[in-house]
């Protein structure tokens, strides 16, 4: 099924596991193909937008399924946490 270019802008991405990364921002296509070569996805929280200005790209590679209601992506692209490590002598 084909989705129009502008129903993808604003489009929620989901982890295979269904983590909300959050939602298709722009996207960008090939000249010589004609399709798409890249996914930007921004964070639905607007402080992670502030702190971080961060941006996910997402490779059409990446893609598991979309389809007009979101867009699935493999687990792998969800963001990682990072343990907090006590001070030594804490």
Known sequence: ?????????????????????????????????????????KSSNPITNIIKQKELIIDPSQVIEITEEKMIVGDNLAPQTTPQVEPAGA
């Open 1 to 41: 099924m084909a989705i129009l270019n502008e129903n993808l802008i604003g489009l929620p991405v989901y982890t295979e596991s269904g983590q909300h990364l959050g939602h298709i921002s722009d996207f960008q296509i090939d000249d010589d193909t004609g399709k798409i070569s890249k996914y930007h996805i």
